[in-house]
C-alpha cells in the first residue's frame, strides 16, 4: 500500500518570503502521480500543482514549483513571494496512474501553512 | 477544471436517522467517483469507490451496510449514512473521475458537513 508522510504539521512565512513544505511518500509502483492540494477554510480542494513520475522536469506553477526526488521518493513544495492567500492546510498527495487500481488519492497528513503580514 | 456539486453542503440530524448526500458532475460524465471522509484537523481517508452500474468497492474498517453508495448513472453517486450516530459527524468529500482528459483528472466537490446530534 501507498503511503504519505508531511513531517511539518505547522509552518509559518513572512509575506514575500519563500517556504518550502516537505513531503515523502512509499509506493512499489513506477508510474504514479504526485499532487499539492490547498485547502482554505472553505474546505474546498484546490489543486496546487501536478507531477507525473515519469517526468525528470520539476513541475512549476507561476509561484509555485516541486522538488521532485524519484529516489529518495521526496516531493516538496517551494512558495515563492508567499501571499496572505497562501495561508492554508496543504495536503501531499499520490495517485497511481494504472487505471486498474481505481486511482483514488491517497494523502498526507498535511501542513498547516500561516502567512504572517 | 470541470464542476462537480454536492448536496447538501450542510445537514444536522438526530441520532438514528439516515442522510443522503448526492455527488454530481455537473460537465462531464464519471463512471468512477470517491468518497473520503476528513474528521477535524485531520487529513482525507477514502471510504469507498463508487462505480457506475456495479457496486461500490470499500476500504477496509467501512461498515457497506451503514455507509450505502448508489452509482446509478454516469452524473449522479449518493452516500447514504445509516442509522447515523455522532460518531459519523465529519465532513464528507467525493471526487470525480473524468477520463475523457489527460491524466484521467478528478474534480472534488465542496464537501457536505454532517452533525448528528
Known amino acids: 500500500a501507498q503511503t504519505v508522510t508531511q513531517s511539518q504539521p505547522e509552518m509559518s512565512v513572512q509575506e514575500a518570503e519563500t517556504v518550502t513544505l516537505s513531503c515523502t511518500y512509499d509506493?512499489?509502483?513506477?508510474?504514479?502521480?504526485l499532487f499539492w492540494y490547498k485547502q482554505p477554510p472553505s474546505r474546498q480542494m484546490i489543486l496546487v500543482i501536478r507531477?507525473?513520475?515519469?517526468?525528470?522536469q520539476n513541475a512549476t506553477e507561476n509561484r509555485f514549483s516541486v522538488n521532485f526526488q524519484k529516489a529518495a521518493k521526496s516531493f516538496s513544495l517551494k512558495i515563492s513571494d508567499s501571499q496572505l492567500g497562501d495561508a492554508a492546510m496543504y495536503f501531499c498527495?499520490?495517485?497511481?496512474?494504472?487505471f486498474g487500481y481505481g486511482q483514488n488519492f491517497v494523502f498526507g497528513p498535511g501542513t498547516r501553512l500561516s502567512v504572517l503580514p | 477544471g470541470a464542476v462537480v456539486s454536492q448536496h447538501p453542503s450542510r445537514v444536522i440530524c438526530k441520532s438514528g436517522t439516515s442522510v443522503k448526500i448526492e455527488c454530481r458532475s455537473l460537465?462531464?460524465?464519471?463512471?468512477?467517483m470517491f468518497w473520503y471522509r476528513q474528521f477535524p484537523k485531520q487529513s482525507l481517508m477514502l471510504m469507498a469507490t463508487?462505480?457506475?452500474?456495479?457496486?461500490?468497492?470499500?476500504e477496509q474498517g467501512v461498515e457497506k451496510d451503514k455507509f450505502l453508495i448508489n452509482h446509478a448513472s454516469l452524473t449522479l453517486s449518493t452516500l447514504t449514512v445509516t442509522s447515523a450516530h455522532p460518531e459519523d459527524s465529519s465532513f464528507y468529500i467525493c471526487?470525480?473521475?473524468?477520463?475523457?482528459?489527460?491524466?484521467?483528472?478528478?474534480?472534488f466537490g465542496p464537501g457536505t458537513r454532517l452533525t448528528v446530534l
Open positions: 471526487s470525480a473521475r473524468d477520463v475523457t482528459r489527460s491524466y484521467n483528472e478528478q474534480f
Open positions: 509506493t512499489s509502483e513506477s508510474d504514479y502521480y
Open positions: 507531477q507525473e513520475a515519469y517526468k525528470q
Open positions: 498527495a499520490y495517485r497511481s496512474a494504472d
Open positions: 460537465d462531464f460524465q464519471a463512471t468512477t
Open positions: 463508487s462505480n457506475e452500474g456495479s457496486k461500490a468497492t470499500y
